[in-house]
């Protein structure tokens, strides 16, 4: 049967494939779409088969919250290179995949990469985008935050994202944006010294006491050096410990309560590409 442009166009447009891949498709499908989208994902599957070694450490990182403001989710599509990276038609699939985790907030990974976008599931998709792209493409990190309030922050040129959970709501939206920028400009292990792991403090401490031992310092003073130097790790990587930078004569913890005596942030959530 004769394939018209409005059929490619309109195959182009369920699986983002290109005009030459979707005419193909379709024609050897007879016209088939059902079929003709099967034909591309096969392809798509046969590419990623050949690229699974291959590295996809470049990508998207970008964070999104629901209408209400409670909720957050953070994705990571990843892909080969940078160019791909910066493609608008990339950026704009991991924003899709994006909406779909806001609209439905999945238990995991391997549940949003289950539902449906554009009528083929998240997994499809992607596998689908590998045969498009030609590059190894996965969908790595989803994660959500949910509080009486939350931020998201996505530094410029979609590497590094961040969600940020509030104990309350009502505040000026430039407030949370700060401590969303903090936490991405910082990088802070934990929201207080309380929620860092143990192994963490244990290692610290040990840290600190054989830099003072290295240093000649009396054994019997190691622990209370190795403690001094703990409480200096606290002040540095403990967000609501951490100076603010926008003022670094005060707090995080500070700032917020100059804002709300009551206000504090419940938890939080930063990825980078490059670290």
Request: overall charge negative; charged content about 30%; proline content about 1%.
């Amino acid at each position: 049967m004769a394939i018209t442009a409005a059929d490619v166009g309109k195959l182009r447009k369920m699986t983002g494939a290109g005009m030459m891949d979707c005419k193909k498709a379709l024609t050897e499908a007879d016209g088939n779409f059902d079929k003709a989208i099967e034909i591309i994902r096969k392809k798509g599957q046969s590419v990623a088969n050949k690229r699974a070694d291959r590295d996809a450490t470049e990508g998207v990182v970008l964070a999104k919250v629901s209408e209400d403001g409670k909720s957050g989710a953070l994705v990571v599509l990843n892909c080969e290179t940078d160019f791909v990276a910066k493609n608008e038609s990339f950026v704009d699939i991991t924003k899709s995949i994006l909406d779909v985790a806001v609209e439905n907030f999945p238990a995991d990974l391997d549940a949003l990469k289950a539902l449906k976008l554009n009528g083929s599931s998240i997994k499809d998709l992607v596998v689908e985008q590998v045969g498009v792209i030609g590059e190894k493409i996965e969908l790595s990190l989803y994660a959500k935050v949910s509080a009486e309030s939350v931020v998201a922050y996505i530094h410029q040129g979609n590497k590094l994202a961040t969600l940020v959970g509030f104990n309350k709501g009502g505040f000026d939206v430039q407030v949370g944006r700060d401590v969303a920028m903090q936490v991405a400009a910082m990088n802070p292990v934990a929201v207080s010294r309380d929620a860092v792991p143990a192994d963490v403090k244990e290692k610290e401490l040990e840290i600190g006491k054989e830099m003072a031992r290295n240093e000649g310092k009396p054994e019997a003073i190691l622990d209370k050096i190795a403690a001094g130097r703990l409480n200096k790790f606290f002040k540095e990587n403990v967000l609501l410990e951490q100076a603010f930078v926008k003022d670094n004569k005060m707090t995080i913890e500070k700032y917020l309560q100059s804002i709300d005596k009551d206000l504090t942030v419940t938890e939080f959530i930063r990825f980078s590409l490059d670290n």
